[in-house]
């Protein structure tokens, strides 16, 4: 793991938030943005995994003394931390359970509706730093088996949403699990715009009535 102080500036958690928002960050990250520094010993990087750990094993019970027992987390840090928690608590508590994408299998429900659809239709899933559903849109709407999508129509609504990373679904009428060249060549053209934008295409995945495929589990998406 590299250390802070080798992250390019523009890279780093603070100076993200200034460009993305916080939403674009990791768990991990934003820990990093909250304690801004570790210990002559311990950089904040890897005080701040070992903190993420902690709560994810611990929440939501996560509490004062189980953070100072960190080597390098003392009261200012467990005091940040703890503060960031209420303001959360008080001001940002969720109306409903947030949807959270960890495999193409997360995705499915999202997309049902897709697998009768007598048009090719593609849909741009946008994500935030945690993996979780920001946005949900149909971006085109083709004819039998044809779409045509621009990465300019997909990444659009991403950058508003200040999405971390992107998954894109299409649907085949004919039936047919495939990837076509066509499907091939714009995964290509996302994957290379969304590095220039700063925002990561995860999946692209094709649904048909009987079932889907992952272009990142086929090996197309490095």
């Known amino acids: 793991?590299?250390?802070?102080?080798?992250?390019?500036?523009?890279?780093?958690?603070?100076?993200?938030?200034?460009?993305k928002g916080a939403s674009a960050l990791s768990d991990t990250e934003l820990i990093e943005a909250i304690i801004g520094r570790g210990t002559k010993s311990r950089d904040v990087r890897v005080l701040s995994k070992e903190i993420c750990d902690l709560l994810e094993e611990q929440k939501p019970a996560i509490r004062y003394d189980d953070l100072k027992a960190i080597a390098g987390v003392g009261p200012t840090k467990a005091s940040q931390i703890m503060a960031c928690f209420e303001l959360g608590r008080r001001y940002f508590t969720p109306a409903g359970p947030e949807v959270k994408i960890t495999k193409p299998e997360d995705v499915i429900p999202l997309v049902a509706h897709l697998r009768d659809k007598r048009q090719e239709h593609f849909v741009?899933?946008?994500?935030?730093?945690?993996?979780?559903?920001?946005?949900?849109?149909?971006?085109?709407?083709?004819?039998?088996?044809?779409s045509l999508v621009h990465p300019r129509?997909?990444?659009?609504?991403?950058?508003?949403?200040?999405?971390?990373?992107?998954?894109?679904?299409?649907?085949?009428?004919?039936?047919?699990?495939e990837p076509s060249p066509q499907d091939i060549?714009?995964?290509?053209?996302?994957?290379?715009?969304?590095?220039?934008?700063?925002?990561?295409?995860?999946?692209?995945?094709?649904?048909?009535r009987t079932g889907h495929v992952s272009l990142r589990e086929r090996g197309l998406i490095p």
């Open 1 to 19: 793991m590299k250390k802070m102080r080798d992250v390019p500036l523009v890279d780093r958690p603070r100076e993200v938030i200034a460009r």
């Open 124 to 146: 741009c899933i946008t994500l935030n730093g945690a993996g979780e559903v920001l946005g949900n849109r149909i971006i085109t709407v083709g004819l039998l088996n044809h």
């Open 153 to 177: 129509e997909v990444f659009a609504d991403a950058i508003v949403d200040r999405a971390a990373s992107i998954i894109c679904v299409h649907n085949h009428p004919s039936g047919s699990l």
């Open 185 to 208: 060549a714009i995964t290509t053209q996302l994957k290379e715009a969304g590095q220039l934008v700063g925002i990561q295409l995860i999946d692209h995945i094709i649904v048909t």
